[in-house]
């Protein structure tokens, strides 16, 4: 009897899985029936098939998107058949007489020229082929042609031609905002590439000149120092990868703070606390060191009246399907209100453009959720936590893990 | 069972997981050192982590019933959870691992590139999860029975409200740490008390004849019986009883029980003596690890048993946790490395259980009777040892116990409640990930109340057939086929996990009734619905050429080649 109710209930759920799912699609359609006269009904309608029609034509004119628009514009239009072609191909038929695909694009070479719309006949052997008249229209954006809706119907109608020149140019409005969107996403990366690898020239200036105090008093610590200030800047300066693992970016920070400590001596102090599981965790490059460099930045300066030790802490722990990395001093601190003005970049940090930097790769990579949270007041510290998705599409490290 | 020392070994071994778990991190990674902080997880290390999560209460409780219950024939089942993981090493392990992938819809995702794929290897996830997470509650129920009397459902409460704790105040920070103490654990727990059950039954004059079929008995036993059954006998059999047999009531008399079906009511006490061959019983109501489809087996053998080592062969690189411990390693070789210590260590592992079930046909046979097999690995050292030292050996054998479904089910938990909290619940953040992980274990646990005696071997199959036909079709074809398509995997997935999914819900709702030949057909469904995943899988792919993920190649080149090779890859 039991074993009966198990049964029910794993055939059962699949069932409810289902139903909410079906549930979720036919839901909106349904509100809208009951609404207004039936002419706002049409109009509700049309509005709707062309807004399900537009998402897939936002990412550009390929095969895929074309395919995906196609039957909602053939609605739209409420013709036989409807074709999409960029300059070289038909993208997709969508309807009867795909036999035509052919004799399509070679008609279409004119309109596909010139930019500007016709109609024709179509010859066909078959008789009871319901498609005899195409009307074409040209895709155009920014003024260069990409490609063509052709409508296919029974006969010439006037109707048609204007009504497949409106979807036309409804169908353009779209692509141009994809060619927006790719703009927008060739900025966002260019602008990754350009925040990327920005270590402060301070930091190289300080660098050298706490190498060469050691020069002549040690020569085989200036010696050490000096590798390490080559693995930071090989690491900071290499080319190949946005992104790189959690146990390179401890290297880079360790080779970083070497250098630091080689100026400060005993005054700074590290603690580490970093779960082995999410070392292997893809972040993006040189994410972390800034907010070190900050942290002891932050830390040494709030005791520079009476040069005491600064302590910062840094702890990376598994948290299921992030790693949540932390770093925390017990320097300075900030102003909350500055701080906040800084990261929207209303006003310019004393020096360095670390945090607002880092803060921006982070939503630019992981979306707006995963910024940095800091948590300071003025002479208590600092702590910035970051969370990083353990996976994200897109986001590989470059593999150099060749270490042991 | 004297439950004076279990009871602290159980709390002993849940303190000690919580111990581990939440400052296990802090005492062997807070350093100054970077090198020592930027040290990786060694395969080692990682493979014992595995292998700590992945054996679950089957395999500790349920291969030794089964194998007292059942005879020889059950070694399959060690062997196909051990084998499963050479399946891993050949074909999944470090492209898995170069994938980048954290969970199985992550890697459906970073294949296939698409978010209803994803979300269907989302809600597999979750289904497998489940059924897999059934049996381990039903085991800790049956384990605090077997030691204190407690009602069925307590173990079962107790583990949920333990993982669930644990995993929701993120006490399993340090999981790797956790799951790698908890396989050596369970380890000890097997390996110690065995070594002196095996002394014992050296000193005993090593008796041979464990697999005699069939068992008899090697004392004067008496039986209680708890649950009504029906005792089938081959040839007449003298009993004493006390009690209701075939509607008359006994009491202390000696009977002759002729050959034939004999039904036992419940409380009945049956008195057997030295020399009496085990009777073979059937239970009316299910209750236990072992009985299972197991009487199906005898059936149709022989394609009972290829179905059983195609699921576990090919079910294991589907199950959520250990999936997601791959990610652990630093790269791809190292997850082969791991792989293969895995196999070590499990292999290690598995030698033990049929040991006590071979021991168990020797001392306790009558268990098959009182109902409770699985209880065999328990109840073994008071019953061959005895005294102080059975039931500290008993003690630490109930703490291994606890130890395996503690580490399967945290792990499982923790696996399930991401994929909720990431595809299913709206927004993101911590209080979500708590809302999820008691999502996670609420379902099962509620299920494994209100369905009680669900054979819980079954569940194991069950979770292991649905994963074989739903997610091995989609990682072989997904990392070794360039043209697998979204709709195709999505379609191989629905077709393949879903009819297997279907079969055993059929078996379980007892559709259709012993006998019939579609009844071994669809309680072992692993035969025909993977060949079916994949077949769908394959022409629905190639039915919709077009639907190919543009960077199919660059992925696949980055799931193959060693990251040492690897450069700047543009997806």
Not at chain 1, 111 to 129: K, N, P, V, W
Not at chain 1, 165 to 181: H, I, P, T, Y
Not at chain 1, 314 to 321: L, S, V
Not at chain 2, 69 to 76: A, H, I, N, S, Y
């Amino acid at each position: 009897m039991s074993g009966f109710l198990a049964g029910l209930c794993v055939a059962v759920l699949p069932v409810l899985a289902l139903g909410v799912w079906l549930g979720r699609r036919t839901a909106r359609a349904k509100s809208l029936a009951g609404l207004g006269t039936p002419v706002e009904h049409a109009t509700f309608e049309t509005l709707h098939t062309a807004s399900l029609a537009a998402p897939p034509l936002r990412a550009g004119l390929t095969e895929e998107t074309a395919r995906r628009s196609a039957r909602k514009l053939r609605s739209l239009l409420g013709t036989d058949a409807l074709c999409l072609t960029d300059r070289a191909q038909v993208l997709v038929w969508d309807g009867d007489g795909a036999h035509h695909r052919g004799e399509i694009m070679e008609r279409l070479a004119g309109a596909l020229d010139t930019g500007r719309g016709e109609a024709f006949q179509l010859t066909c052997d078959s008789l009871d082929c319901s498609v005899r008249w195409a009307v074409v229209a040209p895709l155009t954006v920014d003024d260069r042609v990409h490609g063509a809706l052709v409508a296919c119907a029974p006969r010439e109608s006037a109707v048609l031609v204007r009504a497949a020149g409106e979807v036309a140019r409804w169908v353009s409005v779209q692509l141009e905002l994809a060619d927006l969107d790719q703009s927008r996403t060739r900025l966002i990366e260019a602008e990754i590439k350009a925040l990327r690898a920005q270590i402060s020239p301070h930091f190289i200036f300080n660098s050298l000149a706490v190498i060469a105090s050691f020069v002549r008093t040690d020569p085989e610590r200036a010696r050490e120092l000096l590798l390490e200030f080559a693995d930071f800047t090989r690491y900071s300066f290499r080319r190949h990868g946005d992104f790189t693992t959690l146990a390179d970016e401890l290297h880079a920070i360790d080779h970083y703070l070497a250098l630091v400590r080689a100026r400060f001596g005993d005054r700074l102090s590290v603690t580490l606390q970093i779960a082995p599981e999410v070392l292997p965790v893809a972040l993006p490059f040189l994410c972390l060191q800034p907010l070190v460099e900050n942290a002891v930045k932050h830390g040494l300066e709030g005791k520079a009246v009476s040069p005491g030790k600064c302590h910062i802490q840094i702890t990376a722990q598994d948290a299921g399907a992030e790693a949540l990395v932390v770093i925390e001093d017990d320097g300075a601190g900030m102003d909350p209100e500055l701080l906040r003005r800084i990261l929207a970049r209303e006003a310019s940090p004393s020096g360095g453009i670390g945090l607002s930097n880092v803060d921006d790769r982070l939503r630019q990579v992981y979306g707006d959720d995963h910024g940095l949270v800091i948590e300071t007041a003025t002479g208590a510290g600092m702590k910035i936590t970051v969370r990083l998705p353990k996976y994200q599409p897109g986001v590989h490290s470059a593999g150099r893990l060749i270490r042991e | 069972m004297n439950s004076s020392y279990a009871v602290p070994a159980v709390a002993l071994v849940v303190v000690a997981t919580v111990l581990v778990g939440a400052f296990g991190l802090r005492i062997s990674r807070t350093t100054s050192d970077f090198y020592v902080a930027s040290r990786t997880v060694g395969p080692r290390l990682n493979a014992a982590a595995i292998s700590g999560e992945y054996l679950s209460a089957a395999s500790f409780l349920g291969i030794a019933g089964l194998v007292l219950v059942q005879g020889p024939d059950m070694l399959w089942y060690p062997v196909g959870y051990t084998a499963g993981y050479l399946v891993l090493l050949l074909f999944v392990a470090a492209p898995l691992r170069r994938s980048g992938a954290y969970t199985l819809p992550d890697f459906a995702e970073a294949r296939l590139a698409s978010q209803a794929v994803r979300r269907l290897a989302g809600a597999f996830v979750v289904g497998v999860g489940w059924l897999y997470l059934l049996p381990q509650l039903q085991g800790a129920g049956l384990t605090l029975t077997v030691l204190t009397g407690a009602p069925d459902w307590l173990g079962g409460v107790i583990v949920a409200v333990v993982v669930t704790a644990i995993v929701a105040a993120g006490g399993m920070r340090s999981i790797t740490f956790v799951q790698a103490f908890q396989y050596w654990l369970k380890l000890t727990a097997l390996l110690v008390p065995a070594l002196f059950l095996i002394l014992a039954w050296q000193s005993d004059g090593a008796p041979r004849h464990a697999f005699d079929e069939p068992a008899a008995f090697r004392e004067q036993r008496v039986v209680r019986v708890d649950d009504s059954i029906d005792l089938t006998l081959d040839r007449p059999l003298p009993v004493t009883v006390t009690g209701t047999v075939d509607g008359r009531t006994h009491t202390d008399t000696r009977l002759e029980l002729p050959a034939g079906t004999h039904h036992i009511e419940r409380g009945t006490r049956l008195t057997f003596a030295e020399g009496a061959t085990v009777p073979h019983a059937e239970r009316s109501g299910g209750g236990n690890l072992s009985t299972s489809q197991a009487e199906s087996r005898e059936e149709r053998p022989l394609y009972a048993t290829y179905g059983l080592i195609l699921a576990t062969f090919l079910g294991t690189m589907g199950l959520p946790h250990v999936v997601v411990r791959f990610y652990t390693s630093p790269h791809g070789v190292a997850a082969r490395r791991t792989t293969v210590a895995v196999l070590g260590l499990i292999g290690a592992f598995y030698l033990l259980p049929p040991v006590y079930g071979a021991l168990g046909r020797l001392y306790a046979p009558e268990l098959t009777l009182t109902g409770d097999p699985d209880a065999a690995v328990l109840l073994l050292p008071d019953r061959m040892i005895g005294g102080v030292g059975g039931d500290l050996l008993g003690a630490l054998v109930a703490g291994g116990a606890f130890a395996a479904f503690l580490s399967t089910a945290s792990g499982l938990t923790m696996a399930v409640a991401g994929v909720l909290t990431q595809d299913v619940l709206p927004s993101r953040g911590v209080r979500h990930f708590r809302l999820g992980t008691v999502l996670a274990m609420a379902v099962p646990l509620a299920a494994s109340v209100l369905v009680g005696g669900l054979p819980v071997a079954d569940a194991v199959g069950l979770a292991f057939a649905v994963s074989a036909s739903s997610f091995c079709p989609l990682l072989v074809l997904g990392i070794w086929w360039r043209r697998l398509t979204p709709p195709g995997a999505a379609a191989g997935m629905l077709v393949g996990g879903g009819s297997a999914l279907l079969a055993v819900a059929a078996t379980m709702a007892g559709y259709p009734g012993q006998g019939a030949a579609l009844h071994a057909l669809l309680a072992w469904p692993a035969l025909w619905s993977v060949p079916l995943g994949f077949l769908t899988m394959v022409l629905v792919s190639l039915a919709t050429p077009g639907r190919v993920p543009p960077g199919t190649a660059g992925v696949l080149a980055r799931f193959h080649l060693p990251e040492e090779l690897r450069t700047e890859v543009t997806t």
